[in-house]
Each structure stands twice: as C-alpha cells, then as structure tokens.
C-alpha cells in the first residue's frame, strides 16, 4: 500500500549533536522481554485494525535510524493507510529546541526516540502531559517517571567493533579496558555527551560500571580521551564509520549496530563490554499543541501496546521494548540473559547529570588543550 513520508536529514536549528541514548535507566534492565536469538525472524503480528479515522496527516521529529522509521511506517500505515507521515530527523537536542523554538505555532505533532526518563522533567513545558492506556502493561522499571513519556524501547550500552581493523592492530576487544590499548590510539569514535542521547547513555554506563563520580571512573575516562578519542558530529558516525573501516571501535548502542548485522554487515560485531552494560528506557511524546493530536496519539498507542509492539519489534528485530504483553523473537540481539547487567543509578544520573558534564568538559579541555 502506498505510504507517503519525506526524511528531512538536517536541522540547522542548533548545533548539536547525536541522538538517541539517555541516562535514566532502572537498576538492572533483566526484567525486560528477551528477544530469542537465532532462527528467521516471524512474521510480525497484525496490529487491531483502525477504530476511528485519525485525519490524513502527521508530522514525526524523531531521532531514531531509517531502519526504525521505516519499520514505524510499515506498521502504522497497515492500520492508517490514508494518514501521510512525514518524518524531521535530527538528534536531541536540535528536535527539542525546535519544538521550543515553534512553541507558538506548532508544526510537529509527536516526537520518538531520544527522549529518555532520565530527562526528568526537562521538556515538561513542550509536551502534553498524557500516557497510554497501556502503561499498566508496561515493565514497572520503564513506566513513565514524568506523565507525558511513553517508554516503548531500551537503548543498551554496546561496542561497535571493526572485526578487520581489529585483526589488523592485533587486538581483542571485549570491554572497557580493552579501549586503553595504546594501538588504539586515535581508532576509537564517541560523540558529544553534552548534545547526544546515545553518549550520554554510555557516560551513565561507564558510572554504572566504575562507581558513579568514583576515581575509578574519572582515571578510566582520563586515559581513555589521551588514547586519543575522537568526538563525533553525530551519534550515527559510532557506527557507520566504523563499518565503513574509519575507525576501529564506535562507542554507541544496540539499536545502531543491529541494524548492520540485520543488512548482512560481515566486518563489523557488537560486543557487550565485559564489565556490564545497561540500558536506557526510551519514548515518545505528544508535542503540545500538535496540529494533528489525533494522529499523533494513534502512532504513540500503536508503540505502546503489546500488539504495536510485537509488530514493529518483529518487523524491525533490531529494538527491545517495554510492554510485558510482547512477545516477538529476533535473531540480532542475544536474549537478557546472556548479557552482564550492570547495576544503574537512574535517580543519581539524573540529578547530577550538569556536574558529571562539567568534570567531563574539564577534563576534555585539559587533554586537548
């Protein structure tokens, strides 16, 4: 059936940087559905078909990669087939500010991905305070923390390891201390924790692992940017660059690099640091205000529930969700419990995410000053 969306790849609203990882995660993510791992993926599972006409239009801000959109679209215009989406791309930071920016007049109606309940209440004045129904059926570690999030998926830590380049230096990467090798030395990408979702993700990891705010943990990321770390524009280049052979090692998520594995990637693997890794719980929200409330509500409705869900998770096989109802396997992410989990602090993230970014803005300066 036809489906009408345009991607617009760039916002010159702001400059900032990567999408799509946060810090404000439960403890340990092990009660989260397991997606099983080998075997083709199923047939994603008919969502209820549509109850009530939603309107012909719907405009999506959404940090998240093609391959979730057009996996979002898939299943969305199954059930609204009349209803045209189009879809503003860009990180966090640059979508926020522009749903800020358009407060008087706004032209979104629904923005998914890079919203992450360790914002808080951050964004409380630019979205409407409304949740699903669905939010009993949630994980109780990933329902809303604000009123106004709908946590559909996790964004778990991981290592985006060119397997070439790795055999090529004559290294083995499988954690954290495997990234202080000095033959990685200027091979590693990240991106900005200030701007990006996904790396500041992986700082509230990195807490996790060593000791929120620990010496530990400040000695690790000290050695770890004098391994000559390079900063990234966007948290997508912590995966496609290292695909593409520019870097040996992408500092990123799971949803960045299964997507790779799912095309057929064969020199890229992603690795789980062996010292633990946990996830943050990411949404959507309804734009205050939005032209088209109806439509907006509908899409967040379809990836709350356990059918939505089973659906787009099945579809794209590259996500892990939140409602407990779900059901659907992948073969490109390993099951829960064959991942070390480590323990977050979601509360200490949250409230000392300013200081935490000023240590690592000081420490930034003085190793590449």
């Known amino acids: 059936m036809k489906k009408f969306f345009a991607i617009l790849l760039t916002l010159a609203l702001v400059v900032s940087l990567a999408a799509c990882g946060g810090g404000n995660e439960p403890a340990s993510p092990s009660p989260a559905p397991s997606p099983s791992a080998g075997g083709d993926t199923p047939a994603p599972a008919d969502p209820e078909p549509a109850a009530a006409d939603i309107g012909d239009s719907l405009v999506l801000y959404s940090s998240m990669t093609e391959n979730?959109?057009?996996?979002?679209?898939?299943?969305?215009?199954e059930m609204y087939p009349d209803c045209n989406v189009e879809i503003v791309n860009g990180s966090a930071g640059e979508l926020t500010a522009r749903i800020a920016a358009e407060a008087g007049n706004p032209q979104g109606d629904i923005m998914w991905g890079a919203l992450s309940n360790s914002d808080g209440d951050t964004h409380k004045d630019i979205f409407e305070h409304w949740t699903t129904e669905y939010e009993p059926e949630i994980i109780e570690a990933?329902?809303?923390n604000n009123g106004f999030y709908n946590l559909d998926h996790l964004s778990t830590c991981v290592f985006c390891v060119n397997t070439d380049l790795e055999k090529e230096l004559g290294v083995t990467i499988n954690g954290y201390a495997d990234l202080l090798d000095p033959k990685l030395e200027g091979k590693i990408v990240f991106s900005d924790p200030n701007s990006s979702s996904a790396a500041w993700n992986n700082v509230c990891n990195m807490m996790a692992v060593f000791g929120n705010d620990s010496d530990e943990v400040w000695d690790f990321i000290e050695k770890l940017m004098k391994n000559k770390l390079t900063i990234s524009t966007s948290s997508s280049v912590c995966f496609k660059s290292v695909l593409e052979?520019?870097?040996?090692?992408?500092i990123t998520y799971e949803d960045g690099v299964a997507p790779l594995l799912k095309s057929g990637a064969t020199n890229v693997r992603m690795v789980y640091p062996a010292e633990g890794t946990s996830a943050s719980a990411f949404g959507c929200a309804v734009i205050k205000g939005a032209p088209h409330p109806e439509a907006a509500k509908a899409m967040v409705n379809l990836l709350m529930s356990a059918e939505g869900q089973d659906a787009i998770g099945a579809k794209l096989g590259t996500l892990r969700m939140t409602n407990s109802k779900a059901t659907f396997e992948t073969p490109y992410l390993?099951?829960?419990e064959e991942?070390?989990?480590?323990?977050?602090d979601v509360a200490w993230c949250t409230e000392n995410k300013a200081a935490v970014l000023e240590k690592w803005n000081a420490?930034?300066?003085s190793t590449n000053g």
């Open 68 to 77: 979730d959109l057009n996996g979002l679209l898939d299943v969305f215009n």
């Open 245 to 250: 052979g520019e870097y040996a090692v992408g």
């Open 334 to 336: 390993p099951k829960n």
């Open 363 to 365: 420490l930034w300066a």
């Open 339 to 344: 991942i070390k989990w480590a323990d977050r």
């Open 142 to 144: 990933y329902r809303s």
